[in-house]
């Protein structure tokens, strides 16, 4: 479990006491809830990690809701977008081996995350990920719910498939911007777990290439919040 779900499990269970001690047992149950939730919520469990070669793994738990070809100044790419619900494990992984090439956190609207406009207009943080003779570029997108979002790598950082990267705290959403050529495996309303379920797979041709430069989508190194 994450560290955030020992801290707000403790809490609400500690304040439960403390309300039922005061007032009365049953009104302590709204927050003995709550430190069900958060226990659930800050789950963090063990993944089995592809190893397929040119696999490109879901960065998060959840239900595709969108598979499209995007233009970009670089050219088309591939978008998979990942709507997680309060019930979805909240961790975030690295879709490929690599090396983070980019970091941009950008502030923006807490819209609802299933939107199209969420991946331009919400709050969010942009991560470049270069490696296994690709570039692939995912994003941590806030939601009506989520209020932070965690990313605990830096530029240059070296990452593995489905490493542990970050964290969204609550409703929210990932994208993941790959190459147009990709062999897409899921498709819209498949559920995925991060880390293990494979979104695409890359050709052969683009793993034996020199990784080339990072998509037209990656920004100066930032940080996020």
């Known amino acids: 479990m994450v560290r955030d779900g020992y801290y707000y499990g403790v809490s609400f269970f500690a304040a439960g006491m403390v309300v039922g001690w005061m007032a009365g047992w049953p009104w302590a149950v709204p927050a003995w809830l709550l430190a069900l939730f958060f226990v659930q919520f800050f789950r963090d469990p063990e993944r089995c990690i592809p190893g397929t070669p040119g696999a490109i793994v879901s960065p998060g738990d959840g239900k595709v809701t969108d598979v499209s070809t995007v233009e970009l100044p670089g050219g088309p790419r591939t978008r998979v977008s990942i709507f997680l619900n309060v019930f979805n494990v909240h961790v975030n992984r690295s879709p490929i081996a690599g090396v983070v090439r980019a970091v941009e956190y950008r502030k923006g609207k807490f819209g609802n995350a299933m939107g199209a406009v969420s991946a331009e207009e919400n709050e969010q943080n942009i991560v470049t990920v270069e490696g296994e003779g690709l570039t692939v570029v995912f994003k941590q997108i806030a939601g009506l719910l989520a209020r932070r979002i965690v990313f605990t790598r830096k530029v240059g950082d070296t990452v593995a498939r489905g490493e542990?990267?970050?964290?969204?705290?609550?409703?929210?959403?990932?994208?993941v911007v790959m190459p147009a050529d990709v062999a897409?495996?899921?498709?819209?309303?498949?559920?995925?777990?991060?880390?293990?379920?494979?979104?695409?797979?890359?050709?052969?041709?683009?793993?034996?290439?020199?990784?080339?430069?990072?998509?037209?989508?990656?920004?100066?190194?930032?940080?996020?919040r």
């Open 184 to 224: 897409v495996q899921v498709k819209i309303g498949d559920k995925v777990a991060g880390g293990s379920s494979v979104l695409a797979l890359a050709p052969a041709r683009e793993l034996l290439a020199p990784a080339g430069p990072a998509a037209a989508v990656t920004t100066a190194a930032g940080g996020a």
């Open 164 to 175: 542990r990267v970050g964290l969204i705290k609550f409703g929210s959403r990932v994208d």
